[in-house]
């Protein structure tokens, strides 16, 4: 028994459609109704947004949708939407159980779910629902795994949407970062007294040599000139200094650099992904389907009810 778990769609806002290896994969026969005959089942996990040809697509792909509200969806005009292509007037919940096989399958949204994508928060509701695999999304990131015998599971997003949220770093990482930074800071102190005090010895040393190279009397008025000089001369060479440290940019001061734009662009962008359900009695495999580079790949990973 096939179900297809997708989600995140965001068209045409974030996305202008479902890549076009997607399409010929979950559509084999787009001229008949169901378009694949082997999917039974499709979940979708809602942000659909606008588009009544997505809604359609799932819709026709098999015999029978479920959907869950999405954080940035309209309700009022997918009910619409949905009421049109059944003919029957549908509600669209926050959350839903369904029965796969003798496995009981909860799915949401995920916007609901604070933190948002916490383990123990998805355990909780896991507990409350009562279901052996929960499915949620909202993060665009595929996830996939087993705690405490029960199975998680996030599809991403089909068109690789982007989001809003900050990224996600592992703890290592912060850990390294933050001692990283830590040392970083130590040492710019250290620096930055050191620096201080020998401008300052520096400046001792240059005006007992000028001292002694000029005596009062006659000297005494050439001698203040030739140290204002001296000191305008050292506040151009510091001004200098300190713009040299600014990083240039690519189009003058009110153009943002392109290493931070694409920095921002690999941190914000997400890759294209579904879900497929093979539930067989107690046991559940996933597929993952992932579009990278023009290529689609699978993963697979197997869940037994224990």
Known sequence: MLTLVIGDIFIPDRALSIPTK?????CPNPKSVPHNSKISEVICLGNIINSFDTLKFLYNLSPTLHIVRGEFDNTSII???????????????????????NLNVGFTSGHQIIPKSDPLALLTLARELDVDVLI???????EA???DGKFFINPGSVTGAFNFDWPDFEEQTREESN????????????????????????????????????????????????????QE????????EKKSDIPETTGGQNSVDVAYLN???????????????????????????SHFNGEVK???VTYQKE
């Open 22 to 26: 997607f399409k010929k994969l979950l």
């Open 79 to 101: 009910q619409q939407q949905l009421t049109t292509l059944s003919n029957n007037e549908t509600q669209i919940p926050f959350f839903k159980v369904i029965r796969l096989e």
């Open 136 to 142: 949620w999304g909202g993060t665009h990131k595929v």
């Open 145 to 147: 795994y087993i705690l």
């Open 179 to 230: 001692a990283v930074s830590g040392d970083e800071i130590g040492g710019s102190e250290e620096k930055g007294d050191s620096k201080e005090s020998e401008e300052s010895e520096k400046t001792k040393e240059d005006n007992a040599s000028e001292a002694k190279k000029s005596p009062k009397g006659e000297d005494g008025p050439s001698t203040k000139e030739e140290n204002d000089n001296h």
């Open 233 to 240: 001369e050292k506040q151009s060479e510091k001004t200098e």
């Open 263 to 289: 920095e921002a662009k690999e941190l914000t962008s997400n890759i294209p992904s579904f879900c497929l359900l093979d539930t067989y009695d107690t046991t559940c495999t996933l597929y993952i389907y």
């Open 298 to 300: 699978v993963d697979k």
